[in-house]
């Protein structure tokens, strides 16, 4: 459902644009026309191949390594074991662990794509380009004035596929599937290695991935592709499913045994105490007998 979602609008025109007006030779939207997006210094392949790639790389060789790590002492084992038909029937561990981390994160690319496009088809927020390529013929539209506002789709002359990319920038999907995919291996590397060595690697890493989606965002604005405001949100909209999916959905990947020992121990604590009645031995009684003779 998520992926014929995503489909639908990226590919279709189920879903209408909100055509946004402007005002005559609005400075925020006068920036010169950047050249097509294949040309940007980060290309939609290249942008998409990472995101898609590099995730599962690092996923794959890491819990490989965790998995080799902790054979020795069944540790991993048992902590990811699912019982299919009995005790001598069950899913590879490292399998498991490597296909619902996959899972969770394809989810989640999707999801971030469907929130980025749900956005841009509401609001229709116009290009920092958007009258290069919109060529409006100000002299047939009237506007004497700079604070005329001008609204409809047949104010623009240029070409109507450009024209409807250019209405679609906030916010930028861009810089929410970066910071995604850089949100999501950061919470990964820092959750699941654990080995030594790794306290000074680790942040290293992190910092870097987190700086290559923070570029993809700048690239954006230099190149007057997307406004500062298109970069934010799209920011702000891949970080908050990263962290909602890491910590709510994978419990910051920890294994089954884990989770199953926090619920034991809940139930637990949430028992009633039981009072068992008190029987009193033969050299208590005694006791008390001769205290009280004495006094």
Same mark, same amino acid.
Request: hydrophobic share 45%.
């Given at each position: ?37 294949? #040309? ?6 290249? +942008?998409? #191949? ?43 561990? +490292? ?201």
């Amino acid at each position: 459902g998520t992926v014929m979602l995503a489909y639908y609008f990226e590919y279709t025109d189920t879903f209408t644009v909100n055509m946004q007006g402007f005002f005559c030779h609005d400075s925020a939207y006068r920036k010169p026309y950047p050249s097509p997006e294949d #040309s940007s210094t980060v290309p939609p392949v290249l +942008l998409y #191949s990472l995101t898609a790639g590099v995730p599962v790389l690092v996923i794959i060789v890491g819990e490989t390594a965790v998995f080799c790590l902790q054979l020795a002492t069944r540790d991993f084992e048992n902590q990811e074991k699912t019982i299919l038909t009995g005790d001598c029937c069950y899913i590879n561990p +490292l399998v498991r662990r490597t296909v619902r981390f996959l899972g969770i994160y394809t989810f989640g690319l999707f999801a971030t794509d469907i929130f980025v496009n749900a956005g841009q088809v509401v609001t229709g927020n116009l290009a920092p380009h958007f009258l290069a390529l919109c060529k409006p013929n100000y002299t047939a539209l009237g506007c004497q004035q700079y604070t005329q506002f001008i609204s409809g789709e047949e104010a623009c002359t240029g070409n109507p596929d450009l024209i409807m990319r250019a209405r679609k920038t906030f916010p930028s999907k861009e810089a929410a599937l970066s910071v995604y995919a850089a949100m999501y291996l950061t919470m990964y590397i820092t959750n699941t290695i654990k080995a030594k060595g790794t306290r000074l690697a680790k942040p290293v890493l992190c910092l870097g991935l987190m700086c290559l989606a923070f570029l993809t965002g700048l690239n954006r604005v230099a190149e007057y592709r997307n406004h500062w405001s298109d970069v934010i949100a799209g920011f702000l909209v891949g970080i908050s499913i990263a962290v909602f999916l890491v910590v709510c959905v994978v419990n910051n990947f920890k294994g089954r045994q884990a989770e199953n020992e926090h619920i034991h121990m809940d139930n637990l604590a949430q028992m009633p105490m039981i009072s068992i009645p008190r029987v009193e031995s033969p050299l208590e009684k005694n006791h008390i007998t001769a205290f009280a003779e004495v006094t």
